[in-house]
């Protein structure tokens, strides 16, 4: 299958998923993960239309986004992946979203560069919802307290969350979970589900599907 074939086949699912959630499907953004595939391998995909793509790697994105938003306007770049607080001046120059917001000392690097760049990045929390050590995030518990210290500490405009569910558990609880954390909160965009399970997040609420090996392959 070409990735122009495979994108539509993701796009009918995700249709298919929001007529079955009696969702509006311009509520869903396809967020196609490009991380480590070359621009050459990019290109076939915004050539079909694709706008919105996310990487996990500053560095990585550095170095083959700048050209490829040059060529095709209107393209937006989300960092799906971890953030150091010492790349934060290269994350907001480069990217529309930032979905990885965790700690403190982010929120305080982020706000210092969003004012000093004039820029306003979509901002998502990440939310540990299976509390698992070696994941990134905020464990649930302590959600509401970290989304009060962004607005009120850090003045950072929150607009999601964002999770990820442990891989051998079923998603659907986790998704819930972060759609429950998010409506206390007043929050309106959900950053859940992958290739496997997107159709399930966008059942549960998910705004901004990350889908990346249904689209360009196995890494
Ligand atoms: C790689 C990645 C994805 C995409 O995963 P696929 O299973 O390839 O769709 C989504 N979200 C994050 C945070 C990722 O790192």
Request: hydrophobic share 45%; net charge neutral.
């Given at each position: ?8 086949t993701?796009?009918?699912a995700i ?30 995909v ?43 001046k290269?994350?907001v ?5 930032i ?8 929120c ?6 969003i004012?000093?760049?004039k ?50 558990e ?8 972060t ?39 196995g890494?």
């Amino acid at each position: 299958m070409t990735v122009a074939a495979a994108l539509d086949t993701v796009r009918i699912a995700i249709a298919r998923a929001c007529k079955d959630a009696g969702r509006d499907p311009s509520e869903v953004t396809l967020v196609a993960v490009s991380k480590t595939f070359e621009a050459d391998a990019i290109e076939p995909v915004v050539a079909a239309g694709q706008r919105v793509f996310g990487e996990n790697r500053v560095q990585e994105a550095k170095g083959k986004w700048p050209a490829l938003m040059a060529a095709h306007a209107g393209t937006q770049l989300h960092l799906i992946g971890p953030l150091q607080s010492n790349k934060t001046k290269e994350a907001v120059a480069l990217f529309d979203a930032i979905h990885s917001i965790d700690r403190d000392s982010l929120c305080e690097a982020l706000a210092k560069e969003i004012a000093a760049q004039k820029r306003d990045p979509v901002l998502f929390v990440q939310i540990n919802t299976g509390a698992e050590p070696q994941k990134a995030g905020v464990l649930p518990e302590a959600a509401d307290a970290f989304l009060k210290k962004c607005a009120e500490t850090y003045r950072l405009k929150i607009s999601g969350l964002m999770c990820i569910p442990p891989a051998d558990e079923a998603p659907g609880p986790h998704f819930a979970l972060t759609a429950k954390i998010a409506r206390r909160n007043g929050l309106k965009l959900l950053s859940m589900g992958m290739s496997a399970d997107f159709a399930d997040a966008i059942l549960l609420g998910a705004t901004h599907v990350r889908v990346g090996s249904a689209i360009f392959g196995g890494r």
